[in-house]
Each structure stands twice: as structure tokens, then as C-alpha cells.
């Protein structure tokens, strides 16, 4: 009820580690952030993007005119993919370096603003490269500054220090972790977001759904990250369906939208384990499955593995999506199923069969888990330990519907 008092186009300024421009038309306050970057003597940039959405949202219009009034030179690295891949990062480390790029400007979902704050690491780095970065070959420590321009209700990223790069030959996706890449600046615009497809409004969303379920049970959960996990679970089972049903709608979209960002916030707390840890094999594997698909598919088996472990949080943050759980461990495969129907509800129906995956490819992917770079990490705070047992069983789990 509180949301009928918000102006959504009343622009709220946001302080975590970033500075978040919140609202509809937020994207105007790029003129602002343009103007510090140049008090700090910046005066070239890159840009991370895609080859579409940066453009077709109108974003772009602002950003490029913001940069043309206050003299700042840029280069745009428009080849951005879903699941972007060290190959990505260390193309455009080499054109910023050859540009003299001294800051970072992402515009898109979680994949521009993680291969751009990857970026950012090694222009502090001339002598290292994206592998080193995602072989945990060494611990950065300085980064160059970074915006980030949201175009997705989703990853988070943008208020984070984490970031996702893939290594296609190893089939490695880790997840690094470091201050130095919190973004300086971030937008948040509602209006950039219409344009979402509806696979990609449910997608997004799901993920941040998924963020907080982890955050909120990991062993490093706090009082702080469930009661995050507990609005932005609210806010999605609210709006989620109003945004798929007219996608112009401006208000659900701001309340997706918030509830990704505060999503970040959560897991930026209390991070992440099983959905996250196990995901990241499966779009390793299969680059075109899209991060949201896959931990949708994976999180009614996570649930039913963790609810033993985490009964009250978990039926007091899914109450949304989950009604009538009493916060007792017998109730772990109903609630389960009610996370499973509610997925259905919104359109993500799937499982692993019907993305391709096999009852023999379920080895591969548990030895992923534990060789992939920074996945152990994830699992070591899971609330339901780090056996392989555990791991294949949730995929298992996971191939058909419970």
C-alpha cells in the first residue's frame, strides 16, 4: 500500500557504496554525473553496450549528447553479449587502452556493467588480462570509476561490487567480488525498461527473486538482508504480473526496479550459494540460456533441499509467491511445489529436459561446480553444506518437474 504514495517521477537519490538516480527520467541526471567525471579531469571514456538496447530505449541520445556538451571523447564497445565471455572484456580493455579511456560508462543489463567494471580493473592493470582476472591470478585493488546506466529490473549489479565474466574454453563462469568496483554513479530509469521483452521482464526478475532467497539463508545472512529479501519478493509477486500484462506500465516497472536494486543491496550482504553456484555451469555450458531461465529452473529443487535448514525465513519471505507455509521443515516439499506453480504463473514453466540437458550431463555439470573458479566459495556458506550429494540432487531435482 505504501507505493501509493510515491511519486515515481520524482528522481530519489540513493546512497549505498554507488550513488543510485532513481525514478522516471532519471536518465536526464547523466548531464550531472558528465560534469563530475570532468572536474576529475576525465576526459575520455569507453562505453559498454550491446548492439541494441543502448540505442533503441533512448538512452543512449542522453548519454551521448551529456558527453558531446562537457568534452568528453568516447569509444563504444557495442558487442556485449548475454553471458559475456573474457574475450569480450579483453577486446574492449584493448580499445580503451588504445583510446586513453580513463572511466567506464555501461549501459544495459548485469552483462555491460560486468564486462565494463572488469574493463575498469584492467585499465588500473595495463600488464594483466581478463583470464587473470578470473583465475584468481590477483586481488585488485583499484579500478577506474564507473557508471552504470541500468536498462533490466534484475541483476543488481549496478549497486554491487560483484561481476560475471564467462571463459568459453573452460566452460568457467566464476563471480568475483572486490570494492574497487562498486560504480560511482548509477540510473535507474523505469522508462528505459518498457522496452523489455516479456521473457526478459520475467527473466530479470526471477532473478532478483533468486538473489534474495540465497541472501536471506546463506550462512552470512543478516537481519538486514531478509528483511530485504522479504520486500523485494513482495514487490515482484506484486508487480511482475502487472508489467507482463501492459509492459508500459511505469509503476511496475519502478517497483521491479527497485526490488532488483535492493535485490543487489541484499546479496551484496549476504551473498549467494546454491541457485547461483549451480546456474553458472549451465549457462558455461550453454551460452544462450539466459541466467534468469536457469536459476528459475533450479530454485523449486534448492528450496525443497534448503527449507529444512532455513524453515521460518524462507516461509516468511516466499509468504508472496508461497502463501500458507507454518515455517516447518516437513513443509519442504510443498513449499517447494507452491515456488514451482508460482514460476508457472509468470510464464517459466521449464526444466532442464526442456532446455536440453540430459540425466548424463548432470556429472559435468557437479564437476563444474567444485573446478569453476570462486563456485566453492558459495557452496562453503550454503545452509545445507557442500557435499556433492547435495549438488546432484538439486540438479537431478531440477531436470523434470517435482
Aim: glycine residues 6%.
Amino acid at each position: 500500500m505504501w507505493e501509493k504514495d510515491i511519486n515515481i517521477n520524482d528522481i530519489k537519490e540513493i546512497r549505498t557504496r554507488t550513488t543510485v538516480y532513481f525514478g522516471v527520467g532519471a536518465i536526464k541526471k547523466i548531464e550531472d554525473i558528465a560534469k563530475t567525471l570532468k572536474t576529475k579531469g576525465i576526459d575520455k571514456v569507453i562505453v559498454m553496450s550491446g548492439r541494441n538496447a543502448y540505442k533503441a530505449t533512448g538512452a543512449w541520445d542522453y548519454v551521448e549528447k551529456a558527453l558531446k556538451d562537457n568534452g568528453i571523447g568516447y569509444v563504444n564497445f557495442d558487442q556485449v553479449t548475454p553471458n559475456p565471455t573474457t574475450h569480450h572484456v579483453d577486446d574492449a580493455t584493448k580499445m580503451a587502452r588504445d583510446f586513453g579511456a580513463k572511466a567506464v560508462i555501461s549501459i544495459g543489463g548485469g552483462s555491460p556493467t560486468d564486462a565494463g567494471k572488469s574493463v575498469a580493473i584492467l585499465l588500473e592493470y595495463p600488464d594483466k588480462n581478463a583470464d587473470d582476472i578470473y583465475e584468481f591470478k590477483f586481488a585488485p585493488e583499484k579500478a577506474a570509476p564507473i557508471v552504470s546506466i541500468n536498462l533490466t529490473h534484475g541483476t543488481g549489479t549496478e549497486t554491487n561490487r560483484f561481476a560475471v565474466v564467462t571463459n568459453l574454453e573452460k566452460n568457467f563462469k566464476p563471480a568475483i567480488a572486490y570494492d574497487c568496483i562498486y560504480p560511482m554513479f548509477a540510473i535507474d530509469d523505469p522508462q528505459l525498461m518498457t522496452k523489455l521483452s516479456p521473457k526478459q521482464t520475467r527473466y530479470v526478475s526471477i532473478d532478483a527473486v533468486n538473489h534474495v532467497v540465497e541472501a536471506a539463508t546463506s550462512a552470512v545472512a543478516s537481519p538486514y538482508s531478509i528483511s530485504l529479501a522479504k520486500e523485494v519478493i513482495e514487490l515482484v509477486g506484486k508487480y511482475l504480473p502487472k508489467a507482463l500484462e501492459n509492459p508500459d506500465d511505469l509503476e511496475a516497472r519502478y517497483f521491479l526496479a527497485y526490488a532488483a536494486m535492493m535485490g543487489g543491496v541484499s546479496f551484496d550482504n549476504g551473498l549467494l550459494h546454491y541457485t547461483h553456484a549451480l546456474e553458472h555451469p549451465l549457462s558455461a555450458v550453454k551460452p544462450d540460456l539466459s541466467h534468469g531461465l536457469g536459476l528459475a529452473i533450479l530454485l523449486p529443487a534448492v528450496i525443497k533441499t534448503i527449507y529444512k535448514d532455513r524453515p521460518h525465513v524462507l516461509a516468511e519471505i516466499l509468504a508472496p509467491i508461497a502463501p500458507g507455509l507454518k515455517g516447518e521443515p516437513q513443509e519442504a516439499e510443498k513449499a517447494a511445489k507452491e515456488v514451482q506453480n508460482w514460476l508457472a504463473s509468470v510464464g517459466v514453466p521449464e526444466k532442464l529436459i526442456d532446455e536440453g540437458f540430459k540425466e548424463e550431463d548432470v556429472e559435468k555439470l557437479v564437476d563444474l561446480v567444485y573446478t569453476t573458479p570462486s563456485l566453492a566459495g558459495l557452496l562453503a556458506i550454503a545452509p545445507s553444506g557442500n557435499g556433492r550429494d547435495v549438488v546432484e540432487a538439486i540438479y537431478r531435482d531440477s531436470l523434470k518437474p517435482l
